[in-house]
């Protein structure tokens, strides 16, 4: 089962910082995949951080998933955030995997991954912290535009991915370029489906002539929201 | 003990309003009270001032109605444990005899809390700040028998030995020497992050109570010592917050915090001789409980987390306990007291080089006499000798004996 937040109980390691102090038990070697990486010239230890980022970019993009599909009052929104918020905890299955494969640590939080963590959760907070400045509909858009912004560094992050395996010496170029196979469509589908939905809702709100969220019964409102994209 | 407070559902937030005659609770007796008993009150205060500032400062990040109010709500809740839990001191209890309590808490606290500490970087720092809130505690046990003509171990009754630590006028450091590396909070032991939050909580509530109790006094000498004092404790609180990792989302910090007063609740009912007052520490723990949950379904649908996967399956068998911890402070004093800091680092004082900031602050702020020497000689002077509780034999270290006594 795909680990969503690693702590001392699912095992989890991290670099020392200048400003971060790790336990020593619990200190992550610099020298993971050295081996793997052998005479490619490539630099091991910056891989395993990117991995290590990745793998902090899916863990975040899951809890958004989770986040949105519960608040958004579009039926049509709703669904889609729940297969791709399934799909995401799949893909940090794969890429645990894909790390574990390659003889890194999968519970290894780089120093990347916590700058990224850090940006994942303000984008969770982007959608809720302001809840009360914006109207339903207005909330419905910053939801989906956290996702598109989400989906955006999720795909260059796997299109990365693909660029370096055919780099890599072959005992690590199989398994990364299986793993991108498996997953590249699906990020395809997601950033895709998330900049053509944002666009969409943008234009239907542009093109229909409405009261103005702000004076709008909430009833009405609602029932504006759950009936886009039908 | 272990329990896993997610599956408590204690009792629900709503329900949980006190009407004033039950929040005007009857105090202890100052004479009567076992001094751990007095000892949980003051840190269970500051427990829940800090999940009231606390619940402030996120409050000013969001303008989410149901979010705010859900705040409002539990924030409120946490105003009237903390009227109750501050009424058991009583009246009778001069803010100075409540400051030695401070120290009591101080004290043994910290060290309980080193003895326990897993992560070695984080019992350093409890070491090194503990050998500075002992010499705290000798200095206004001076000032009490100086003004009031009291015995501290009248309210300390022999648990907590009372002679210098880590002289205070050498505490004074420059502010960048006060900042140390944080944990990381993947890997950070739940036991760890909770020690931090709890003494986090303690030095702020010394802190605010010294702030604004310097000016309760005539006599210069309790106003200068209150204030020299309070100025340690800013240096603690900074010490101390900097060891959170602040990669945590405002969301999982009101989360640990509910989950923490669960385990520091049921940590004082546990060992609380008290009936009367063991009944409110069982009360809060529910209290406690019900709140979490608050803060849980809110992780839970905002942030998109199940609160399950940041916390422990149980609280720690073992609870935050108030014991005499004579022996091990002795040892610290023994193997620290001549530590002092450089940047980010503990350093041995002879190692600091003589153009060090640290110098040029104590120079600064030492000139023209230090209240926290002044009060000693002042008493030693009005009683012939300083005032100390050695109860395991001399000081462990020669050059802070008793020479008047020898």
């Known amino acids: 089962m795909a680990t969503l937040t690693p702590t001392t109980a699912s095992g989890a390691t991290a670099a020392v910082g200048p400003m971060v102090y790790v336990d020593p038990a619990r200190v992550h070697p610099p020298t993971t995949f050295e081996e793997l990486i052998g005479d490619s010239g490539l630099n091991g230890p910056f891989i395993a951080d990117l991995l290590s980022d990745m793998l902090a970019h899916e863990r975040a993009g899951s809890h958004l998933y989770r986040s949105v599909h519960g608040r958004t009052l579009n039926p049509v929104l709703e669904s889609q955030y729940e297969h791709f918020g399934e799909e995401t905890q799949e893909h940090v299955a794969t890429l645990e995997d894909l790390i574990a494969t390659l003889g890194g640590d999968p519970q290894y939080v780089s120093a990347a991954a916590r700058a990224t963590e850090k940006s994942g959760t303000g984008l969770v907070e982007s959608t809720y912290l302001l809840g009360g400045s914006v109207d339903a509909l207005t909330r419905e858009l910053v939801m989906l535009e956290a996702v598109f912004l989400a989906e955006a560094k999720d795909h260059a992050n796997w299109e990365g991915l693909g660029q370096l395996a055919p780099l890599l010496p072959d005992a690590a170029r199989d398994p990364v370029a299986a793993a991108v196979e498996k997953v590249k469509t699906q990020e395809d589908e997601h950033l895709t489906w998330a900049r053509k939905t944002r666009g969409q809702l943008v234009m239907l709100q542009a093109e229909t002539p409405a009261p103005p969220p702000a004076i709008t019964p909430p009833d009405e409102l609602i029932e504006r929201i759950q009936q886009m994209l039908a | ?406």
């Open chain 2, 1 to 406: 003990m272990a329990f896993n407070p997610l599956e408590e559902a204690g009792i629900p937030v709503e329900d949980q309003f006190r009407s004033w005659s039950e929040l005007n609770v009857d105090p202890y007796d100052k004479w009567d009270v076992d001094p751990y008993t007095r000892t949980r009150v003051i840190l269970m205060n500051g427990i829940e001032v800090e999940s009231i500032i606390f619940s402030h400062q996120f409050a000013r990040q969001t303008d989410d109605l149901e979010l705010k109010q859900r705040l409002a709500l539990t924030r409120r809740i946490d105003q009237q444990q903390q009227k109750v839990v501050n009424g058991l001191n009583p009246g009778e209890q001069t803010p100075l005899e409540t400051t030695i309590g401070y120290e009591q808490v101080a004290v043994d606290l910290t060290a309980w809390l080193a003895r326990h500490e897993p992560d070695p970087q984080l019992k350093v720092a409890l070491d090194f700040a503990l050998l500075e809130d002992f010499d705290h505690l000798y200095r206004y046990a001076n000032l009490y028998e100086l003004l009031h003509g009291g015995k501290a171990d009248a309210l300390t009754q022999h648990l907590t030995e009372i002679m210098p630590g880590r002289p205070t006028f050498v505490e004074h450091r420059h502010p960048y020497d006060d900042v140390r590396p944080h944990f990381e909070t993947h890997t950070v032991d739940p036991l760890s992050r909770m020690h931090v939050m709890t003494i986090v909580a303690g030095e702020q509530q010394t802190m605010n109570f010294y702030m604004n109790h310097a000016s309760d006094w005539i006599e210069p000498i309790a106003r200068g010592l209150y204030s020299e004092i309070a100025m340690i404790e800013e240096q603690h609180v900074t010490h101390y917050e900097s060891l959170l990792d602040p990669l945590d989302s405002w969301l999982a910090n009101w989360v640990f915090h509910e989950y923490n007063e669960v385990y520091l609740y049921s940590s004082m009912m546990e060992q609380e001789t008290d009936r009367r007052i063991k009944a409110i520490w069982e009360l809060h723990c529910n209290m406690e409980l019900g709140q979490l949950q608050v803060a849980c379904d809110s992780m839970r649908r905002l942030e998109g987390r199940e609160p399950a996967e940041l916390l422990p399956p149980s609280i720690p068998d073992t609870p935050v306990t108030f014991e005499p911890n004579k022996e091990y402070v002795r040892q610290v004093l023994e193997a620290t007291v001549d530590l002092r800091t450089d940047g980010t680092e503990y350093v041995p004082v002879d190692e600091l080089p003589g153009d060090h900031r640290y110098f040029a602050m104590q120079k600064l702020l030492n000139d023209g006499g230090t209240p926290s020497e002044m009060v000693i000689d002042q008493n030693r002077e009005a009683q012939g000798r300083e005032y100390r509780d050695e109860i395991e034999g001399d000081h462990p270290i020669a050059e802070l004996q008793d020479t008047a006594r020898s």
